[in-house]
C-alpha cells in the first residue's frame, strides 16, 4: 500500500511499487498498465502523482506510452558486461537469445584517414566497410559499421555476414583475437538508425566504438556501433 505519512514521497512510492510487479513478472513485457485514473482512485492519490510516476519509468525505460491508447511494459533490458571481448553473437547466445544479422551495406574502399590510424595501414590497404543490423531474438538492437583490412581477414562474402565476424577469424582463418578498446557515450538517433533500429525521432543510443587487436598486436577492427538505450545497459563489476 502506499503510506501517506512516510517520508518518502508518494509518486516515489508508486514507481518502486510499479518496479517490483515489473521485476517480479507480475506485470510482464507487453502488458497495458492499469489507467492513471483506475491507479489514483485504488490509492486515493491524485493524478498528477500518478503522472510523475508514471514519467519517471518512462524516462527510465520501464514502461512505454502509445498515444491514445494507453502505457505498457517495455521488454527487459540487457546488462551487458564490460569485462570479456565477446562478440555480438555470443552475447546473445549467452543470454539465450538469437543472434540474426540485416546487412545493410558492404563494400570495399580505400580507407579515410581515421581507418588507415585506427587498423595501421596506408591509403593502399583496401577496406571492407560493412554495416548490419544486429538483431536478438528478431528485434534491432544495435546498428554497427566494421571497417577491417580485406589483406588481413580476406573472402568475407555477404553469406558469411550473417554468421559471426568473430567466429570467421578465428575459427576458419585461425587467428588468435586478443583484446580490444571500447569508447562509449551517448547520443539520440540519427535518421539512418531511426530507420534501420525501428525507433522514434528522439531515441536515445549508446554510441560505441571498438578497436580490438590480435594477440600479436595488429589491428583487426575498428567498429562503430550505435546501440538502442532502451534495450541496452552496460555493467561493470568493481573491486576495492
Ligand atoms: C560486437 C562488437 C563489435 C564486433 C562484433 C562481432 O557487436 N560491438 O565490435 O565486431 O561484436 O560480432 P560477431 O562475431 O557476432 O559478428
Known amino acids: 500500500m502506499i503510506d501517506k505519512n512516510s517520508p518518502i514521497p508518494i509518486y516515489y512510492q508508486l514507481e518502486e511499487k510499479i518496479k517490483t510487479q515489473i521485476d517480479q513478472g507480475e506485470l510482464q513485457p507487453g502488458d497495458m ?92 590497404t583496401p577496406v571492407y566497410e560493412i554495416q548490419r543490423v544486429r538483431l536478438a531474438d528478431g528485434l534491432p538492437m544495435a546498428l554497427e559499421t566494421t571497417y577491417i583490412s580485406k589483406h588481413l581477414v580476406p573472402n568475407i562474402t555477404e553469406k558469411l555476414l550473417e554468421r559471426s565476424l568473430y567466429d570467421y577469424v578465428e575459427n576458419s582463418l585461425g587467428k588468435e ?25 528522439g531515441s536515445p543510443v549508446l554510441l560505441i566504438e571498438r578497436h580490438t587487436y590480435l594477440k600479436d598486436g595488429t589491428p583487426l577492427e575498428l567498429v562503430k556501433s550505435s546501440y538502442r538505450a532502451d534495450r541496452y545497459r552496460f555493467m561493470i563489476n568493481m573491486q576495492r
Open 33 to 124: 498498465l492499469p489507467s492513471e485514473r483506475e491507479y489514483a482512485s485504488h490509492y486515493a492519490i491524485s493524478r498528477m502523482t500518478v503522472r510523475q510516476a508514471i514519467t519517471k519509468l518512462v524516462n527510465d525505460g520501464y514502461v512505454y506510452r502509445k498515444k491514445g491508447t494507453g502505457t505498457f511494459v517495455a521488454a527487459k533490458k540487457i546488462d551487458q558486461p564490460l569485462q570479456g571481448l565477446t562478440s555480438f553473437t555470443e552475447d546473445m547466445k549467452a543470454r539465450g537469445m538469437v543472434a540474426t544479422n540485416r546487412l545493410i551495406h558492404f563494400k570495399v574502399i580505400s580507407p579515410p584517414l581515421s581507418v588507415m590510424k585506427a587498423l595501421n595501414i596506408d591509403s593502399s
Open 177 to 201: 583475437i586478443g583484446e580490444g578498446t571500447q569508447i562509449i557515450e551517448s547520443s539520440t538517433v540519427n535518421q539512418n538508425e531511426i530507420t534501420h533500429l525501428n525507433v522514434k525521432k
